[in-house]
């Protein structure tokens, strides 16, 4: 069975660009979660998409955003590239909402020059 | 404010010395702990979710225990593929999860 998969892998924006970065769950699974990994922060929960809506989202500014689609995958997207902007993005899956567990995809490395 | 909070940052091993990270938290609610594995510039890999206190699983060389306040990932008999960033997490009743920082392993031949 595939997992999550991610794309791009790597991506290299300046700042000020838009990125739209792309997640595709694990068949089956309906919630899709996006992490920032930035270096020496850990993982931050940044958004949570069910069934299509936006369930909750971390202390990040508006210009990150998303949606899921009706086949469950989901774009992020940011606005206005910051330096700060440059982490590994992660993207999750889960069976059913909240206690399931996650499973994480492989990342798309972004950095912003 | 919902804490994670993982020691030590990192852990030097020998092949075969056996040891245990840990990971304690303070949350308003407990839905469940999770470990993760992480390769450098990979994504997490799931290993283990507990649930409740008294809770162990085991997988090859890995175990994790739960208590009220922490819980404890005992790596024995380590080998050098077990060398990785150790994750945990909690799911604090808001359905997203908080990680601690991690526990850095290597383990040398």
């Known amino acids: 069975e595939a997992g999550v998969t991610q794309s791009p892998t790597h991506l290299i924006k300046t700042r000020g660009q838009q990125v739209t970065l792309r997640c595709s769950p694990i068949?089956?699974?309906?919630?899709v979660y996006w992490y920032q990994q930035a270096l020496g922060l850990g993982l931050q929960f940044l958004l949570w998409y069910d069934e299509g809506e936006e369930r909750n989202r971390g202390n990040f500014p508006p210009r990150f955003s998303g949606r899921q689609f009706p086949n469950y995958s989901s774009e992020l997207n940011v606005n206005a590239l910051e330096l700060e902007d440059s982490a590994l993005y992660l993207c999750a899956s889960s069976l059913i909402q909240g206690v399931d567990t996650q499973y994480f995809g492989p990342g798309t490395r972004l950095t912003v020059l | 404010e919902d804490q994670v909070t993982q020691s030590p940052e990192a852990l030097r091993l020998q092949e075969g010395e056996s040891s245990s990270l840990n990971c304690s938290y303070t949350v308003s609610g407990l839905r469940g702990l999770f470990w993760y594995r992480q390769d450098p510039g990979k994504g997490p890999e799931f290993l283990f979710t507990?649930?409740?206190a008294g809770e162990e699983k085991e997988k090859e060389r890995l175990k994790a225990t739960l208590t009220k306040k922490e819980s404890f990932l005992h790596i024995t008999a380590p080998k050098p593929e077990d060398s990785a960033t150790y994750l945990c997490?909690?799911?604090?009743?808001?359905?997203?999860?908080?990680f601690g920082a991690g526990t850095t392993v290597t383990v040398r031949a």
């Open positions: 507990l649930y409740s």
């Open positions: 997490a909690v799911d604090p009743n808001d359905y997203k999860l908080s």
């Open positions: 068949s089956g699974h309906t919630s």
